[in-house]
């Protein structure tokens, strides 16, 4: 199973954007697709996908999350005509950086989708890539020039994890501090990342729209995530927390597959009874809760 998995939150459209994701990436379909009732935000559905090899899952559980910039997706392309073809199917709301050459790139855009998520589209040429779509962060307001400490983090926590290449901003580069990371990369559990600290005036920063999954074996697991990622009590719900530095990420047990997978109704609803009552996910009362309802 891939250890984290990116989480997209909808209002209404995450069978429409799988749909869309799936049709403009080869290696890619709908994995399954399910509705959630009882959930803190009402009946949500949950769709799980597969992008380039790649999963992610898509949620439409109300309007309560946007999408901003501060997380962009980062697709290597190996030829133009893959870069003019995306930006055509995926294109449908701002485009950050026109379709055109960039000293970094031959053909390069930033756009944005008709839901409001950020598409980096990238010829890579010579560059060497881990993964096709990379999910990168944008350290900005009061989180910027704390990118490097950040994937440091996330690297000394996750196992099979490593820094990779840092570009750093130069003297002049103003209003960017020198020294800061104007581009970074880092793995996590074989999930490649990137981080860039920007310090223009941008509007927006991180929030709940983009999390990031992290599936956990065991009640151990979930444990040591949790102590060591959320730093804000107030966000802490249903597996849900925000770490220091405004990233969400969602604890999960991998036990909650299964139990989401059985096709039984009434064990489903118990289990989604249950959840909604837990900040830190319990293994031990969710496996309860599910084998009542099935006794």
């Not at 580069?173 to 020294?179: K, L, M, V």
């Not at 860039?196 to 151990?220: L, P, R």
């Amino acid at each position: 199973m891939q250890k984290i998995v990116t989480h997209l939150w909808y209002d209404k459209e995450a069978g429409e954007a799988a749909e869309l994701y799936t049709s403009a990436f080869p290696e890619s379909s709908i994995l399954n697709r399910t509705l959630i009732s009882d959930t803190p935000s009402g009946t949500a559905e949950l769709l799980t996908i597969q992008l380039a090899g790649q999963r992610f899952i898509l949620m439409s559980a109300g309007p309560y999350f946007k999408f901003t910039p501060a997380i962009s997706f980062l697709v290597a392309c190996d030829t133009v005509d893959e870069v003019d073809r995306l930006h055509a199917q995926l294109s449908g709301g701002t485009d950050l950086m026109p379709l055109g050459t960039y000293p970094f790139s031959e053909r390069y855009a930033w756009t944005t989708d008709k839901f409001g998520l950020s598409w980096q589209l990238m010829l890579m040429g010579d560059i060497p890539y881990e993964n096709r779509i990379t999910p990168t962060l944008m350290f900005v307001g009061d989180q910027c020039g704390k990118a490097e400490t950040a994937m440091e983090t996330y690297t000394k926590l996750f196992g099979a994890s490593r820094m990779g290449p840092i570009m750093r901003y130069a003297e002049g580069e103003a209003p960017d501090q020198a020294g800061t990371v104007k581009h970074g990369s880092f793995s996590l559990e074989g999930q490649a990342f990137a981080a860039i600290d920007s310090a223009y005036e941008h509007g927006f920063t991180f929030n709940e729209a983009i999390s990031f999954v992290v599936n956990c074996d065991t009640q151990a697991e979930i444990d040591r995530y949790w102590e060591a990622l959320s730093a804000h009590p107030d966000a802490e719900q249903c597996g849900w927390l925000k770490d220091r530095f405004g990233i969400s990420w969602q604890i999960v047990p991998t036990a909650m597959d299964r139990m989401m997978a059985s096709g039984d109704k009434e064990a489903m609803g118990r289990v989604t009874q249950a959840f909604p009552k837990m900040k830190k996910f319990d293994i031990a009362e969710l496996e309860r809760a599910f084998g009542n309802a099935q006794a």
